[in-house]
């Protein structure tokens, strides 16, 4: 299958109803193509997680204008598999095909100015438990620190 409008048709013998029915939901699937036309935009949604995605997205059923009730993994599996031979990849299957580069590797944090916390402050909260700097939970924790904040703010 090569466009969504061909998936949509193939939804509408599948499932019965217009190709209309179905055609947002194949266009979702194909939207990366905006950016990368070669089969390889299908890395971003054409996978089981992409499945529960569109899920999030369109509703667990659509209403086909035959009056039938569909579910949109159905739909997805059907698009995905259209174009995956076949099968339908983990999201794991497309990632660890990724050629990794340099510059994927090499991290770098901002560091901030303000006495304000950056990032998750989980690693910030672990440090002064393992210190024995405080024995609060963390929730108690951020609490106690956004009133020493304020405070001083």
Known sequence: MAHPLHHAESSARKFGGAPSDYQAIHDWFDASKEHLTLFTHRALRHHAQGLFEAERVFGLTLTNSAGRDIPVRWIGEQ?????C???IPSMADWLRRIQPEPW???GHIEQHVSGSPCGDPRSAWASEVTTGKTVLGLKDWMAARATQ????A
Do not use: L, P, Y
């Open 85 to 87: 031979q076949g099968r």
């Open 79 to 83: 698009h995905i598999r259209e174009d």
């Open 149 to 152: 904040v304020t405070q001083s």
């Open 104 to 106: 994927m590797a090499n």
